[in-house]
């Protein structure tokens, strides 16, 4: 509780599924127990098929998601294509790592599918811009113990698109609501070769 | 631009006045060693990190390229022994490409020492750096506030006393590349089951004198998961949902180019 | 700060500290410099061979206490300079051991705020045969006839005192070096390992290494 990175609260999650991710987040934004906005997203796009999802310090995750818009417009007007999951997973980290000893109070994800190859790829990072490498998912937030708990229950591997967002809704809907900083409204995007679905889940408003 | 920035430094102090502390950085918890064998060197890892008690990751990489034949395994703060590690590789390879030669482990090491140094221990790498080079094969180590060690057998790392306890007992002089690889292993098997901060598996990297060096990602896998006996997949449509929006991506544009036509079969000699 | 009361034992936190029982020693044809072999983090010994004497020129050594990482730093430098000025040099000239210990007093001098580092800078040459400089922590510079430092060294002082003979033949002064050190690694517990010594001559460097089941008798 005594930790910036916990003062608004909120939580993200990311998983693999069979050549389709799910990345998802709550809307909660408090200031400690009181809640203050419901519709707070933490989830950002860039280019059609890469999500970026950072969770933490508001102020933060604000100043961060401009930082990356900025940075990947230009990414984009240099190269004349859009970015790919491990690019942008390497600019978090660097962008990161430059404030080794400031750091951004954030926990960030990434989860995307290449644009050629359309392999999938998530990864997560601490505030300092270590990259967590994970096959399966990546949890992040004020929440990330439960989201923990619930995903190594609940995950399984080469899930069709429809069922990767019936596991990952619950269990982050399921986690949030163990969670008195986190929740107040989810958000999940699907990311396959063809589409990106993005739904809004029914949540409780607690 | 070049240089760490401390731009949030002093909010951040502010913040910790405040009663809001550091969060928790993913620490490697780790265990780690290095063993030279008669014309090699061999060092490997566990693969656990973690945030605190949390497990952050199972399955990391704590073996780090520095140069081809140039390798070494990081304990300590996990940003700082992949940052550390990605900065000496590329100076490294321009120190190589500059001098056109190969790069030795000496000049890797003075890099590291000197870089760490100068950061007076807050950057938290402890590294075991290893190699072959043109004057043969060598094992080293640096700890965060830039000392360096040599020896012959090394462990860093929370588990290196677990770890210590078997390369002190069963080291030989002149062992065999299998026998070296075998003793990596046991040591750092012993700190995957006896200290908390390592687990999972065994990373392991060979360097032997003119050859390239190997690694061995999951050189052993002591803790795999069991399959679950049931699936927790829910029916679809389970959860409840308010809104949908589907962008399609794919415009799908087709051209088919017929090859089966011998009118256009390209002549070869005319 | 007060300007008096410096708190120069501080070692960062899990710094890695050479708790040390270090000497160097004249004798008829030259120095004679002696170290146990153990490092410590905290109370675990993170080296027990170590080697803290370290060259700086041909026949110019130092031996090392404090801080692991101050210290081989600073003699990193000090090696550094005396490369450039002995490559100013005439031919067949060398750096005097009176340079070097010079420089080392200059390094941690001018950095003490932030230094953790004992050094004896003992070395040969041509000019004044074997000579001893003792660097304490704070940077001044002291030629003696021997000089003792480390943690281990407090044990030792009265025994030095009293059984210290100046131009000692080289077996007795070996003799002398093995017998402080055995009683200093001891007494001390952040010192013990094995018992390096390098001797200086006009006829160059030779090491010795000495195992406890030897001296420990």
């Not at chain 1, 113990?145 to 995903?151: A, E, H, N, T, V």
């Not at chain 2, 927790?232 to 959860?239: E, I, L, M, P, V």
């Not at chain 3, 160059?204 to 000495?210: K, P, Q, S």
């Amino acid at each position: 509780m005594s930790d910036p990175s916990s003062i608004n609260g909120g939580s993200a999650l990311a998983m693999v599924g069979k050549d389709c991710i799910a990345i998802a987040c709550d809307l909660r934004l408090g200031n400690q127990s009181l809640g203050l906005s419901n519709n707070f997203e933490k989830l950002f796009q860039f280019g059609d098929k890469t999500f970026l999802g950072l969770t933490g310090l508001a102020t933060d995750v604000i100043t961060l998601s401009e930082t990356f818009r900025f940075k990947n417009n230009l990414y984009e007007l240099r190269e004349e294509r859009s970015i790919e999951p491990t690019t942008l997973a390497n600019l978090v980290s660097s962008t990161l790592y430059e404030k080794r000893f400031g750091p951004y109070f954030v926990g960030p994800i990434v989860a995307g599918l290449h644009s050629k190859t359309n392999k999938p790829f998530i990864c997560g990072f601490d505030s300092i811009g270590c990259i967590d490498f994970a096959k399966d998912f990546i949890v992040s937030g004020t929440a990330s113990d439960q989201l923990y708990g619930m995903c190594e229950s609940l995950y399984e591997p080469n899930l069709e698109p429809e069922d990767l967002f019936e596991t990952i809704s619950q269990a982050l809907l399921n986690a949030v609501d163990r969670d008195a900083l986190s929740g107040w409204g989810a958000i999940v995007y699907i990311v396959t070769k063809d589409n990106v679905t993005r739904r809004v889940l029914k949540t409780r408003q607690d | 631009m070049p240089g760490l920035g401390f731009d949030n430094y002093q909010r951040n102090q502010f913040l910790s006045a405040k009663g809001f502390g550091q969060p928790m950085a993913t620490s490697t918890g780790t265990t780690i060693v290095g063993c030279k064998f008669k014309d090699g060197v061999v060092i490997a890892a566990d693969t656990r990190a973690t945030a605190g008690s949390i497990v952050a990751d199972k399955n990391c990489e704590k073996l780090h390229q520095l140069a081809p034949k140039i390798w070494c395994a990081g304990a300590g703060t996990a940003a700082d022994t992949e940052m550390v590690t990605q900065l000496i590789a590329s100076n490294l390879e321009l120190h190589a490409l500059a001098q056109n030669r190969q790069p030795r482990v000496i000049t890797a090491l003075t890099m590291l020492k000197q870089h760490l140094f100068q950061y007076q221990g807050h950057l938290g790498a402890y590294l075991i750096v290893a190699g072959v080079d043109p004057t043969g094969a060598h094992l080293l180590s640096v700890q965060a506030h830039g000392s360096t060690d040599i020896g012959k057998y090394q462990s860093l790392g929370s588990g290196s006393l677990a770890a210590m306890a078997v390369l002190e007992t069963n080291f030989k002089e002149d062992m065999t590349k299998e026998e070296a690889m075998k003793l990596c292993a046991n040591a750092i098997e012993s700190g995957i089951w006896n200290d908390l901060g390592s687990g999972s598996n065994v990373d392991l990297c060979v360097m032997e004198v003119g050859k390239d060096a190997e690694l061995y990602r999951n050189y052993l896998t002591p803790n795999v998961r069991a399959e679950k006996a049931r699936s927790y997949k829910f029916a679809r449509g389970t959860t409840a949902v308010l809104r949908e929006s589907v962008k399609n991506i794919l415009d799908i544009e087709e051209t088919v180019i017929n090859f089966t036509s011998t009118a256009d079969a390209m002549e070869v000699d005319a | 700060m007060n300007g008096i009361k410096v708190d120069i034992n501080h070692l960062k936190k899990g710094e890695v500290n050479l708790g040390t029982s270090i000497m160097a020693v004249n004798f008829k044809d030259g120095v004679i410099l002696g170290a146990d072999s153990r490092t410590t983090t905290g109370s675990y010994i993170a080296n027990r061979v170590t080697d803290k004497l370290t060259q700086i020129h041909d026949t110019i050594y130092c031996c090392r206490s404090g801080s692991a990482a101050d210290t081989q730093a600073v003699a990193d430098m000090v090696k550094y300079h005396l490369q450039i000025y002995s490559a100013q040099l005439p031919p067949n000239e060398k750096p005097t051991t009176q340079i070097a210990a010079n420089v080392f007093q200059e390094i941690c001098y001018n950095n003490k705020e932030h230094l953790t580092a004992g050094i004896i800078c003992a070395g040969y040459d041509a000019k004044n045969g074997g000579s001893v400089y003792s660097i304490p922590i704070g940077g001044s510079i002291h030629k003696q006839e021997y000089a003792i430092a480390g943690s281990g060294s407090t044990f030792i002082y009265g025994w030095c005192n009293e059984n210290y003979k100046p131009q000692m033949e080289k077996d007795d002064c070996v003799q002398f070096i093995k017998t402080a050190l055995s009683e200093a690694i001891k007494w001390d517990g952040s010192s013990g390992g094995v018992i390096r010594m390098v001797i200086l001559t006009k006829s160059g460097v030779e090491r010795l290494i000495f195992y406890p089941e030897e001296y420990q008798k």
